[in-house]
């Protein structure tokens, strides 16, 4: 790609910056749309997505103990006494 078309796109991405207030974050957005509106195509890195933490797995002790925690009698509560 040539350097005026760059030119033309970081520009034009630039004036839709300008136009939607100058948020933060938007920028490839940005980009993405100058280069529809002029015509061209050129590549920017993606930012790598944020990764979520991996879901932790249950121990074995708290796996062998969850059928038997659910197999007890909930406690009796004491009853008031009144006098």
């Known amino acids: 790609m040539s350097a005026g078309i ?3 796109v970081r520009e034009r991405a ?3 910056w300008i136009e939607e207030g100058c948020p933060e974050g938007r920028d490839q957005d940005h980009w993405l749309r100058a280069e529809q509106e002029v015509g061209a195509v050129i590549t ?3 930012k790598a997505p944020a990764r979520k933490p991996a ?3 249950p121990s074995v002790k708290a ?3 969850a059928p038997q925690a659910a197999a007890r009698k909930p406690r009796a509560r004491k009853a008031a ?3």
């Open 14 to 16: 630039h004036a839709i």
């Open 81 to 83: 006494v009144t006098a």
């Open 63 to 65: 796996a062998a103990a």
């Open 6 to 8: 760059e030119e033309r």
């Open 44 to 46: 920017v890195p993606a």
């Open 55 to 57: 879901a932790r797995k």
